[in-house]
């Protein structure tokens, strides 16, 4: 049985390994999730949960997260990055809290039997720009201070809040400083478990909105919840993942908290095409899983992984580091 989160997370020379791109390993696995509800697809489809009936989805999903315990992964995402109430409500045939709760308590109970009971599981949960896809621009509208955040994350949030299955909730590239202001604003009432935000951050360094990441100091110093135990970046260039993190290291000094950090692989996302490509022109050893999970611990990483595109030999690549020091 896994030790509690909380304790491990004290050990401040232990490190977790999180699993790698979802998303993008289930299409690399031959599945079709093109479409805004995304990795949800399968789940929504009755044939899923009848397990009396071999599927094909269901057995590409758990060989998914095999591959990645096999790996070495010990904190690993539900599968609910893309299923927010408005999203689900406005993609698919279900339009109440109800059928709403069902399928997340299906999503996650099956998450949790593919993982089983050694690893931690994380409650994902993607940013208002995973609805309005704009999770590499931060760009909310003309007035993003005025939407209800808290509206948008309520159900999916009070879901998790109640799972005992769930480990931690994690609130993931967050790329512009109004929803983040919002979250930080969150007091125990509105997220009662331990949970972590990772921002999203741009090749300069600042939010996908352009926001420096010093602008955020006075918003972590004045958070409203203990139960924040994590903050880091994800979906971000491996070229500027590490000094990212370490400037996110430097300016949070004041106000410690662990860090976390799980970038994409390296290939560039064109999001008007929706492909992504190979750069060019970097220094391979510096972009080495050995040479960046070295500095990721220097700057005080206690968690790494992968986000898009990354796949079960990146993460074996990072257990490897990790387990060697």
């Keep these: 049985m896994r030790q509690q989160l909380l304790e491990v997370l004290r050990d401040t020379d232990r490190v977790l390994v999180m699993d790698g791109g979802q998303g993008t390993e289930l299409e690399n696995r031959g599945m079709n999730i093109s479409g805004p509800i995304w990795s949800t697809v399968p789940f929504t489809k009755e044939e899923f949960w009848n397990f009396d009936q071999p599927y094909t989805d269901r057995d590409v999903v758990n060989s998914m997260f095999k591959a990645y315990v096999d790996a ?187 860090l976390l950090v799980y970038p994409n692989s390296g290939e560039i996302y064109d999001h008007k095409t929706q492909t992504w490509s190979r750069p060019t022109g970097l220094d391979s050893h510096r972009l080495s899983w050995p040479s960046l999970v070295q500095e990721y611990r220097k700057f005080g990483a206690r968690a790494i992984g992968g986000c898009c595109r990354t796949t079960p030999l990146d993460i074996q690549e990072i257990c490897k580091v990790v387990d060697r020091n």
Excluded at 100 to 105: A, G, H, K, P
Excluded at 139 to 156: A, H, L, N, S, V
Excluded at 217 to 229: D, E, H, T, W
């Design 72 to 258: 070495g992964a010990q904190l690993l995402s539900t599968v609910t990055y893309q299923t927010s109430y408005k999203t689900i409500c406005a993609h698919t045939d279900i339009h109440t809290r109800t059928q709403y709760d069902q399928l997340l308590d299906r999503i996650v109970g099956f998450c949790r039997r593919c993982i089983g009971d050694d690893h931690y599981l994380v409650g994902s949960i993607g940013p208002y720009a995973a609805h309005v896809g704009a999770e590499y621009t931060g760009d909310y509208g003309p007035k993003p201070e005025e939407i209800d955040y808290w509206q948008y994350f309520e159900p999916q949030v009070a879901n998790f809040n109640r799972n005992e299955t769930i480990d931690i909730i994690g609130l993931e590239t967050v790329p512009n400083v109004h929803e983040l202001k919002s979250i930080l604003s969150w007091d125990e009432t509105k997220i009662s478990k331990p949970f972590y935000v990772s921002l999203c951050v741009g090749d300069d360094g600042n939010l996908r909105d352009g926001t420096p990441l010093e602008q955020l100091v006075p918003l972590f110093a004045n958070r409203s919840n203990k139960n924040l135990l994590l903050v880091g970046i994800n979906c971000c260039s491996l070229s500027v993942s590490s000094q990212a993190l370490s400037h996110l290291n430097e300016i949070l000094a004041s106000t410690p908290m662990g």
